[in-house]
Nanobody
């Protein structure tokens, strides 16, 4: 059974940092891209970043230079380091597994989703 469990969300002041973690299980970690997707109230889901050991990584323009995605393959875990947080980063952050190993910023390519973790940035 595919499982994705996020952790690390919380409340932080603008300019602060958080690190999200996504623990994956139930599939071969090296064979799939994992993405971080966020959804702010009243807005569409937005792919923030995507990573795959076989295809590299992508990051959205809106967070480039502030967010970094990485993996610990020994732990089957994907991280999202978020620095210089802004109020507009407030959202529920989900990690999700893509249909294959190719990294993608298309949210419809992600077939399995975690339960999400809330990130709130106070201004």
């Amino acid at each position: 059974e595919v499982q994705l469990v996020e952790s690390g969300g919380g409340l932080v002041q603008a300019g602060g940092s958080l690190r999200l973690a996504c623990a994956a299980s139930g599939f071969s970690f090296d064979d799939y891209a994992i993405g971080w997707i966020r959804q702010a109230p009243g807005k569409e889901r937005e792919v923030v970043s995507s990573i795959s050991s076989r295809d590299g990584n992508l990051i959205a323009d809106s967070v480039r230079g502030r967010f970094t995605i990485s993996t610990d393959n020994a732990k089957n875990t994907v991280y999202l380091q978020m620095n210089s947080l802004k109020a507009e980063d407030t959202a529920v952050y989900y990690c999700a597994r893509a249909r294959g190993y190719i990294v993608t910023m298309n949210k419809y390519e992600y077939l399995y989703w975690g339960q999400g973790t809330q990130v709130t940035v106070s201004s």
